[in-house]
C-alpha cells in the first residue's frame, strides 16, 4: 500500500539550487516536498565560485552573510604565461602584448569579489537552514504525470533503502535534479539539446609546496597557460588538517568536439566516475603547466576526470512542471558560471511561482511564461561567450530601465522616528523582505529651492485604492516606498493624509516613508535612477515610480508630472498583479 502527500511544490534534486528554491518556498510559507537519490550532500568541492550578482540574489533573500561566514573573498584573476606570472605594466609576450595579465573584480555592486565557497559547504548552508529533516535522500522520482486540476501533479517516489512506493500531489514540479534530469527525461519529447566535448578534465582539490608556491596566489585564481596546457588554482581556504586548499583543473588533452548527433548522444557533462587519474599523472601537467617554476602538490583530495557539454533543454516549462540549473542548461566551467545560472534561475522562478501560488497573480499562465522568457536567453548568451568574463550591468543614462538590476544606494533616512534612535538603511536592505512583494517606490526627492512634491499625497491615495493599507511580507502583492528630501520632510512623523487611511496600522506605515539627506552624493537614490538630471530645471522637477520586483530587477519606470503618469504605473501592475485581494 502506497502512502500519500499533498504539497504546492514537488521538488527534485537537492543540489544547491534545488535547495534554495526549497528555501524560497519555506520563506514564503508554501508547502513542498523534495528528493534527492544522494544518500548525503556533496562531499566534493564541485563549483567554487559565486559572482557579485548570486551574492546579490543571497543578500536579497538574507543569505549572504552565512555563506560570506565560510568563504574567501578573492580579488581577482592572474594569469602565469610560460612560467611567468605577467605584469600588466610589463608584457613582453608577442601574442600577449596588451592584454592584462591580472583581472581585478570590480563593479556597481556590493560584492565587488569573487566569493570562493565549496559546493559542499553551500549545500551544508542550506540543508541545515533549510532543516536536513525536511530532505527526502536516498529518494528516486519514479514517474509522474500531470492533470487538468489543482493538485496537477501526481508524482511516484521510491526510497532506495526500503522501496517503499509514496504517491506526491502537487501544484507544480521543478526539476533541479542535474544534467541528468528525471523531471526533464520523463517526458519524451523533452530533448537536451546541444553537444559533447571530448577533451577531459582533471579536477581536485589540492594543498601545494616547493620553492615556487607562493607564485600561486591565496586572494586571486591562477590561470596557466603552457604550449597545450591549460590550467588554474582557485583559492578555497584552509581546511580541517590545517592546509590550504585550492580547486584545481588542467585539461588532459587537446581540445575536440565529438562529431555525432547531439540528440543521440549520452550527457557526459560532469564528474566521470568510471574514469580516473593518477596523482604523478596531475604533477606532471603542473610541471609542463608550469614550467620552469617548481610546484609540487603535497595533499590531494577529490581527484576526479570532468567532461564538458554544452546543452540547453528545448523549453524550461512544460505545463506545471519547470527545470533549473543544470537540468536546464550545461556548459563549460570557465568563467564560473554554472551554479550562478542556477543559483539565478531559483531566484527568479520562486518569487514567480509564489505570487501565483499566494492568488497575486492576475495573469498567472503570463507571470510563469516570464521565467523562460527572461531566463532562456541569459544563458545562450552565456554559452556563445563561455571563457569570457562576465560584465556587471549598471544602469544605462537617462531614467532607469526595465530589466535594470538596481543597484545599492547610500543609505535613506526612515521619516518616522521612535523613541530610540535615527534609523537610516540601504535601499537593498529596505526592499529585504520574507515574501514576493513588488515594491513601487515613488521617488519625489528635489533641491531645496523648490517646494516639496505636491503628487506625493496623490500617489498615496492612488496606492491605497489600488492595494489597500500596506501590508508585510506576503499579506499584500504590492507595497510601497515613499522618498523625499530631508528637507520636505517637515514632521518626523507619518502624514496626516495617511494616518486616517491606515488606522491601527501603524507599525506596516513605518517602513514606508524615507528621506534622501542629500541628492547630489555619489550612489544617491536620485542619481541610481536617473532623476538627478531633472534637478537643474527652472521649473519644478518630475518625480519617478521605479517598480522592482521581488528578485531586484526593475519591472517599470516613469517620470511623473501629473495624476496621468501615475495612473500608467499602476496600470501596469494591474497587467499582472491582483490589486485587491
Given at each position: 500500500?502506497?502512502?500519500?502527500?499533498?504539497?504546492?511544490?514537488?521538488?527534485?534534486?537537492?543540489?544547491?539550487?534545488?535547495?534554495?528554491?526549497?528555501?524560497?518556498?519555506?520563506?514564503?510559507?508554501?508547502?513542498?516536498?523534495?528528493?534527492?537519490?544522494?544518500?548525503?550532500?556533496?562531499?566534493?568541492?564541485?563549483?567554487?565560485?559565486?559572482?557579485?550578482?548570486?551574492?546579490?540574489?543571497?543578500?536579497?533573500?538574507?543569505?549572504?552573510?552565512?555563506?560570506?561566514?565560510?568563504?574567501?573573498?578573492?580579488?581577482?584573476?592572474?594569469?602565469?604565461?610560460?612560467?611567468?606570472?605577467?605584469?600588466?605594466?610589463?608584457?613582453?609576450?608577442?601574442?600577449?602584448?596588451?592584454?592584462?595579465?591580472?583581472?581585478?573584480?570590480?563593479?556597481?555592486?556590493?560584492?565587488?569579489?569573487?566569493?570562493?565557497?565549496?559546493?559542499?559547504?553551500?549545500?551544508?548552508?542550506?540543508?541545515?537552514?533549510?532543516?536536513?529533516?525536511?530532505?527526502?535522500?536516498?529518494?528516486?522520482?519514479?514517474?509522474?504525470?500531470?492533470?487538468?486540476?489543482?493538485?496537477?501533479?501526481?508524482?511516484?517516489?521510491?526510497?532506495?533503502?526500503?522501496?517503499?512506493?509514496?504517491?506526491?500531489?502537487?501544484?507544480?514540479?521543478?526539476?533541479?535534479?542535474?544534467?541528468?534530469?528525471?523531471?526533464?527525461?520523463?517526458?519524451?519529447?523533452?530533448?537536451?539539446?546541444?553537444?559533447?566535448?571530448?577533451?577531459?578534465?582533471?579536477?581536485?582539490?589540492?594543498?601545494?609546496?616547493?620553492?615556487?608556491?607562493?607564485?600561486?596566489?591565496?586572494?586571486?585564481?591562477?590561470?596557466?597557460?603552457?604550449?597545450?596546457?591549460?590550467?588554474?588554482?582557485?583559492?578555497?581556504?584552509?581546511?580541517?588538517?590545517?592546509?590550504?586548499?585550492?580547486?584545481?583543473?588542467?585539461?588532459?588533452?587537446?581540445?575536440?568536439?565529438?562529431?555525432?548527433?547531439?540528440?543521440?548522444?549520452?550527457?557526459?557533462?560532469?564528474?566521470?566516475?568510471?574514469?580516473?587519474?593518477?596523482?604523478?599523472?596531475?604533477?606532471?601537467?603542473?610541471?609542463?603547466?608550469?614550467?620552469?617554476?617548481?610546484?609540487?602538490?603535497?595533499?590531494?583530495?577529490?581527484?576526479?576526470?570532468?567532461?564538458?557539454?554544452?546543452?540547453?533543454?528545448?523549453?524550461?516549462?512544460?505545463?506545471?512542471?519547470?527545470?533549473?540549473?543544470?537540468a536546464a542548461h550545461c556548459h563549460s566551467p570557465a568563467g564560473g558560471q554554472g551554479l550562478n545560472l542556477g543559483l539565478q534561475d531559483a531566484g527568479n522562478l520562486a518569487w514567480k511561482l509564489s505570487l501565483v501560488l499566494n492568488g497575486f497573480a492576475s495573469d498567472p499562465e503570463k507571470v510563469l511564461d516570464s521565467y523562460a522568457a527572461e531566463r532562456e536567453p541569459i544563458v545562450a548568451k552565456l554559452m556563445q561567450a563561455t571563457g569570457s568574463s562576465t560584465r556587471l550591468r549598471i544602469l544605462r543614462s537617462g531614467l532607469a530601465e526595465p530589466g535594470d538590476f538596481m543597484p545599492e544606494t547610500v543609505a535613506l533616512r526612515k521619516r518616522i522616528i521612535n523613541n530610540q534612535h535615527i534609523e537610516r538603511q540601504a535601499l537593498h536592505t529596505i526592499l529585504q523582505q520574507e515574501g514576493c512583494q513588488h515594491s513601487v517606490i515613488w521617488i519625489a526627492t528635489r533641491p531645496s529651492r523648490f517646494d516639496p512634491c505636491e503628487w506625493t499625497r496623490e500617489f498615496w491615495c492612488k496606492y491605497f485604492t489600488h492595494f489597500g493599507s500596506p501590508k508585510k511580507n506576503n499579506a499584500a502583492a504590492v507595497r510601497p516606498i515613499i522618498i523625499e528630501s530631508t528637507v520636505h520632510a517637515t514632521q518626523c512623523k507619518a502624514p496626516i493624509y495617511v494616518c486616517k487611511n491606515v488606522n491601527n496600522n501603524k507599525n506596516d506605515i513605518e517602513h514606508v516613508f524615507w528621506t534622501e539627506e542629500q541628492w547630489d552624493v555619489q550612489n544617491s537614490i536620485s542619481k541610481r535612477v536617473g532623476l538627478d538630471k531633472y534637478m537643474w530645471n527652472k521649473s519644478e522637477p518630475p518625480a519617478a515610480i521605479v517598480i522592482v520586483r521581488p528578485d531586484l530587477y526593475v519591472a517599470y519606470t516613469g517620470l511623473v508630472r501629473s495624476a496621468g503618469d501615475m495612473d500608467q504605473a499602476f496600470e501596469f501592475l494591474g497587467s499582472y498583479l491582483i490589486s485587491k485581494k
Open positions: 500500500m502506497d502512502d500519500t502527500q499533498k504539497v504546492d511544490v514537488f521538488i527534485s534534486g537537492a543540489g544547491p539550487v534545488g535547495l534554495l528554491f526549497a528555501l524560497r518556498m519555506k520563506a514564503n510559507n508554501h508547502t513542498f516536498y523534495i528528493a534527492d537519490i544522494k544518500e548525503e550532500p556533496t562531499y566534493e568541492m564541485r563549483a567554487v565560485s559565486l559572482t557579485a550578482r548570486t551574492m546579490e540574489t543571497l543578500q536579497n533573500f538574507k543569505l549572504a552573510h552565512h555563506i560570506l561566514q565560510e568563504a574567501l573573498v578573492l580579488q581577482g584573476t592572474q594569469l602565469i604565461v610560460n612560467g611567468k606570472k605577467m605584469n600588466n605594466n610589463n608584457n613582453n609576450n608577442k601574442k600577449l602584448k596588451n592584454k592584462r595579465g591580472q583581472i581585478d573584480m570590480a563593479g556597481d555592486t556590493s560584492f565587488p569579489h569573487v566569493t570562493s565557497i565549496a559546493q559542499h559547504n553551500t549545500e551544508k548552508i542550506f540543508s541545515q537552514l533549510l532543516g536536513e529533516e525536511m530532505i527526502n535522500r536516498h529518494t528516486e522520482l519514479v514517474s509522474y504525470k500531470q492533470r487538468n486540476e489543482e493538485y496537477g501533479v501526481e508524482a511516484i517516489v521510491k526510497d532506495l533503502h526500503t522501496g517503499k512506493i509514496k504517491t506526491i500531489h502537487a501544484k507544480y514540479i521543478i526539476g533541479a535534479d542535474g544534467t541528468h534530469s528525471g523531471v526533464r527525461k520523463l517526458i519524451k519529447d523533452w530533448t537536451y539539446d546541444g553537444f559533447s566535448i571530448a577533451t577531459r578534465f582533471g579536477v581536485g582539490d589540492v594543498s601545494i609546496e616547493e620553492k615556487d608556491a607562493e607564485i600561486i596566489s591565496r586572494t586571486r585564481g591562477s590561470v596557466f597557460i603552457n604550449g597545450d596546457v591549460l590550467g588554474g588554482f582557485v583559492p578555497v581556504g584552509e581546511q580541517e588538517n590545517g592546509l590550504f586548499y585550492y580547486r584545481f583543473f588542467v585539461n588532459l588533452g587537446p581540445y575536440e568536439v565529438e562529431m555525432e548527433d547531439a540528440k543521440n548522444r549520452a550527457v557526459t557533462h560532469g564528474i566521470n566516475y568510471n574514469d580516473s587519474i593518477t596523482l604523478e599523472q596531475v604533477q606532471d601537467l603542473v610541471n609542463q603547466g608550469m614550467h620552469p617554476l617548481k610546484i609540487k602538490i603535497k595533499k590531494l583530495q577529490h581527484l576526479s576526470v570532468f567532461r564538458i557539454n554544452e546543452r540547453k533543454a528545448n523549453g524550461y516549462r512544460r505545463n506545471c512542471a519547470f527545470l533549473i540549473g543544470d
